[in-house]
């Protein structure tokens, strides 16, 4: 056999192997994970605080750390025209959640997963809303919550940032 047969005949399949694994990773969903932090009207920022059962979600001043850092989950579904995914945040790989229970309802984060559909939000149109139709708030600092009536100001206002 001729030396650069033997060349080509081991060089092909290596290439082809390295060629497989960097298009497999760069479809991984690892690595088409895109960080997002989100900024309210008044200029704060949707933040995680605590840790596990304890863990709360509220606005503060922005800081670009994993606990306001969030990435939308892989699983979606279609409600009223908006694709819905949950809503994941990097410190504690826990899920933005809420219920429907009144008029105003409080937001917290609790492990991803279920048919849960105040799991699934999106962020169309400078707000942030779930699948049960309600609208997320926050003031300048302090503690979120849902409300079923989309309403005018800076509560209501969210701009998401990529990093």
């Known amino acids: 056999m001729s030396p650069w047969r033997t060349t ?3 060089t092909v399949p290596a290439g082809l192997a390295a060629l497989t694994l960097a298009t497999t ?5 690892a690595s088409a994970a895109t960080d997002w932090s989100y900024r309210n009207g008044y200029g704060s920022c949707l933040n995680v605080g605590g840790w596990g059962s304890n863990e709360y979600v509220i606005t503060i001043d922005c800081y670009d750390t994993t606990s306001q850092l969030f990435h939308w989950g892989s699983e979606s579904n279609t409600w009223q025209g908006h694709t819905m ?7 504690s790989g826990n899920c933005l959640t809420t219920d429907n229970a009144t008029e105003l309802n409080a937001v917290w984060m ?3 997963g ?3 559909s105040g799991q699934f939000w999106t962020a169309d149109d400078g707000r942030i809303q779930n699948q049960n139709g309600n609208f997320l708030i926050g003031d300048d600092i302090g503690p979120l919550n849902t409300v079923r009536e989309l309403g005018t100001g800076a509560a209501f206002q969210w701009i998401g940032s990529t990093h």
């Open 85 to 91: 995914r949950r809503l994941v945040n990097n410190y």
């Open 114 to 116: 279920g048919g849960r």
């Open 110 to 112: 609790s492990p991803c």
């Open 25 to 29: 990773g760069a479809l991984s969903p």
């Open 8 to 10: 080509l005949r081991l």
